[in-house]
């Protein structure tokens, strides 16, 4: 049996979106990896931009709520941002809050594109990193919910 995981954001536009997908293509022979977010947003196109340049595709994915989901039971659900932590809904299982910035904040004063998926890239590459500690590292640090 593979651990279920629920990655959680706040839109599940970027770095849920990303986390999904670092989890399929890394770690898919042993977790299956979901992701949702409290509210409906667009995929976020820089993300996609920034996973393709990784050899990941997320184009084909799409935002989605929490009740979308085909799974209701999750090994653990893994909040990605303070506001997810603060409202995320009650699932049986173990949650986890492992937050990362918000790439769209930070590149929200950047001058172009390039200096916008300088954030991208790093929060990409920091939520790959994290993926690659899974699932062992949830069991060290996991808190009944």
């Not at 770095?15 to 770690?27: D, F, I, N, P």
């Not at 996609?48 to 659900?77: N, R, W």
Request: with cysteine; aromatic share 6%.
């Amino acid at each position: 049996m593979k651990t279920k995981i629920l990655f959680l954001c706040t839109g599940n536009s970027c770095r849920s979106q990303m986390a999904e997908a670092w989890t399929r293509h890394l770690k898919g022979s042993e977790i299956e990896a979901y992701s949702a977010g409290i509210e409906r947003h667009r995929l976020n196109p820089l993300a996609v931009k920034v996973m393709a340049e990784s050899g990941v595709d997320i184009s084909g994915q799409k935002s989605k709520l929490t009740d979308e989901l085909p799974v209701t039971h999750f090994d653990y659900v893994v909040t990605l941002c303070g506001h997810a932590k603060e409202t995320c809904p009650i699932f049986p299982g173990r949650t986890i809050h492992r937050g990362f910035d918000d790439p769209p904040q930070l590149a929200a004063m950047a001058q172009n594109e390039e200096e916008a998926l300088v954030h991208y890239r790093r929060v990409r590459d920091q939520i790959r990193d994290f993926i690659l500690t899974l699932p062992a590292s949830l069991c060290e640090e996991g808190e009944p919910s």
